[in-house]
Every structure is written in C-alpha cells, then in structure tokens.
C-alpha cells in the first residue's frame, strides 16, 4: 500500500531528474558546440522527420516565442536549419534541417544513445514498460480539462 509521501515529490522528482539527464547531455555536446538550447529543436526536428511548422516546434521545445525565434536565428546562422514558408500561409514558417546537419545529428544520436544506455543501467525492460504506462497516465490526466472553480 503506497502511503502519501510516494506521491508527495514525484513531480519535484522527475523535474530534477529531467534537469540532471539535459546537463549530462549538454556537457556530452558541448565538444560538439551544442548547447541544450541548441540541440533540443535539433532532436525534435530530427524526431519529426527533418521538418515542423514553427507553432509546432515552440509547443514541444516549450520555451517562449521570442526565446525560440533567437535559438533559430543561431542555427539558422549556423546554416543547421532554414526557415521556408508555407505554400497555404504566408505568416506560417516551417523551420527544415539542412543536408549539412544531418553529420551533426548522427554524432547527437550516438551520444545521446551512450547516455540513455549508461541511464538505464539495472532497468528491465519490464521496468521501463511500467514506467512509460505510469507517465503516460499521468500526461492524460494533466490533459483532462481542470475542474471549474
């Protein structure tokens, strides 16, 4: 029987964690010039096959809209990304990968697979099924609409 203190800090819990894995991260790409504001568009660019409209990038990097068109500038600087407008919407930018980033993204993936292999050291795959169930009810239930006060 879980008493209430299993659940008290857990989200405390899995923001430090989150904190922890991102540094350990950012100092495995730093030889690479990458920094954690830099490389977490990359990975979800990657992630969602090469390309995102700008509004979708912002929703999953979740940082501010001036914060983001910064970062973009960078790699965009960086000739990482280009930003290519839309064929239905002028105002719509859909921020693309450059053929020359695809080198930098293999070495991101390498490293971040070294990482999450060290990680997960002592975890079962059974382990990680139930944590992935737990999280995912979690998500859900913070999706549900707040009840109205």
């Not at 990038?57 to 000739?79: A, F, K």
Request: charged residues 30%.
């Amino acid at each position: 029987m879980n008493s209430q203190d299993d659940y008290h800090n857990i989200g405390l819990e899995i923001g430090i964690t989150i904190r922890r894995w991102r540094a350990r991260m950012d100092e495995r790409l730093a030889p690479l010039g990458l920094t954690q504001a830099k490389w977490v568009p990359l990975r979800y660019l990657s992630n969602a096959g090469g390309s995102l409209p700008q509004r979708k990038l912002l929703e999953r990097v979740g940082i501010e809209g001036p914060s983001l068109v910064r970062i973009l500038d960078e790699l965009e600087r960086l000739g990482l990304i280009e930003r290519q407008n839309c064929s239905f919407d002028r105002r719509t930018k859909t921020i693309c990968l450059t053929e020359c980033v695809k080198p930098m993204i293999e070495e991101i993936e390498k490293r971040s697979a070294q990482l999450r292999n060290e990680i997960f050291d002592g975890i079962t795959d059974q382990d990680v099924a139930v944590f992935r169930k737990v999280l995912a009810q979690i998500s859900h239930n913070l999706e549900k609409e707040a009840p109205r006060k």
